[in-house]
């Protein structure tokens, strides 16, 4: 009788032993944080856009903390400046894959600073989803770890369009900087107008930051240009378009395919922005293929925390985070923190409708349903041109 009683009281020892363990395991489980690492160009050259992107991305991650947790957990964001450089880009990766263990990065601009932060994620084995990036040659390489928003075919597309449809012309010049992007967009440009018979007439590179565009301005004008195809970026754009109005002959119009979307443009430059013409996704009252009802709460709630309206680059660092915290979210039923190659899958398999598009990888981690259009500044604000069947006004021709 004794040896029996023993023998039932010790397995409810055991069990009752183990209940404060596994309550206290399910307590912790639930408090683990979920870490996502941002790296983004907060100085530099490239400052204007990275704060940008970066805002977007700290939107997204309010949003979560609004809303409580993450599938239950609260999410931290870990913040890197790579200044612009790509061995900064380099060290900050390795530091969030490696010493903070990261469950996925975000963030980044130009190629020249995402690509070395694709390898270190393809080697560390973390995915990586690229605010901007538009590099063919990274999502050719069979990187499974990386993702991007944007890519470049639609730039191509929508620039082009301005010389063969919106304003006509013969011969174009094509101003382009040396950063990976952007030299892939100049020969495209280049291959589709001379392919439709216009011509290339001057087709010159330069160095992001430049201070000074008059020898390539002079060089474009010798050359017989109508147009000028600009792809460079937000600080380029603001030294050639102060340059490009000369005080004598015919001012020359001027398409640019990055950074001619930010409001601080033309507050910077009054009269000297009238006229020009950008490519543009996203900005506040348009989205071109996405949500216009979650854009205007976008609208409202970044104003809100940030004291400013949104930038439309803003838009691609939020749009990058809330792909990442979706995976996070369907990874983390399975285990917490989630296994990498889980978040990986997950997103794998996005389906987001958000303000800058309807999120959908292919299997190559480039974004389905990515459309670019074309603006004019016109009075001080911004008239979408192009895609034609969404245009809010008529281009206007310049004068000299």
């Given amino acids: 009788m004794n040896s029996r009683r023993h023998v039932l009281i010790g397995p409810l020892i055991a069990i009752a032993c183990l209940l404060p363990t596994a309550q206290g395991s399910r307590e912790a489980n639930r408090a683990v944080e979920l870490r996502i690492g941002e790296i983004d160009s907060l100085s530099g050259v490239l400052a204007a856009q990275g704060t940008a992107v970066h805002e977007g991305v700290v939107y997204a991650v309010s949003e979560v903390a609004g809303r409580g947790r993450n599938h239950g957990h609260p999410v931290k964001l870990i913040t890197r400046d790579d200044g612009g450089r790509p061995d900064e880009a380099t060290t900050a990766a390795l530091d969030l894959a490696a010493r903070e263990r990261v469950s996925a990065l975000v963030g980044g601009y130009v190629d020249s600073v995402v690509g070395p932060v694709a390898q270190v994620a393809q080697r560390e084995r973390v995915p990586y989803v690229a605010s ?32 063969l449809e919106l304003l006509p012309v013969k011969e174009v010049a094509i101003l382009f900087s040396s950063t990976p992007g952007a030299t892939q967009l100049a020969r495209l440009q280049k291959e ?6 216009v011509r290339v007439s001057a087709f010159e590179s330069f160095q992001t930051g430049t201070p000074d565009f008059l020898p390539l301005l002079a060089r474009v004008r010798s050359s017989g240009a109508q147009l000028l195809l600009m792809d460079g970026f937000f600080a380029d754009n603001l030294v050639l378009l102060r340059q490009v109005h000369g005080p004598t002959g015919q001012v020359l119009p001027v398409v640019g395919a990055f950074g001619m979307e930010f409001p601080a443009l033309i507050k910077q430059l009054g009269p000297l922005g009238e006229g020009a013409l950008g490519a543009i996704v996203w900005e506040p009252g348009m989205s071109l293929s996405g949500d216009l009802e979650g854009s205007r709460a976008y609208e409202t709630g970044f104003a809100r925390q940030f004291d400013h309206p949104p930038a439309p680059l803003s838009m691609y660092g939020y749009t990058a985070t809330r792909a990442v915290l979706a995976a996070l979210e369907k990874a983390s039923g399975r285990s917490v923190p989630p296994e990498r190659d889980a978040i990986r899958d997950a997103l794998a398999g996005t389906d987001l409708k958000l303000p800058l598009e309807h999120l959908r990888f292919d299997e190559h981690g480039d974004p389905l349903h990515y459309e670019v259009g074309i603006f004019q ?8 041109l192009y895609p034609r069947d969404r245009a809010t006004g008529k281009i206007i021709r310049s004068k000299p």
């Fill in 132 to 163: 901007s990036s538009l590099d063919q040659r990274l999502t050719q390489r069979g990187n499974v770890y990386f993702f991007r928003i944007s890519r470049l075919e639609p730039f191509v597309d929508a620039t082009t369009a301005v010389p």
């Fill in 192 to 197: 589709r107008l001379e392919a439709r018979g």
């Fill in 377 to 384: 500044i016109q009075n001080g604000r911004h008239v979408l």
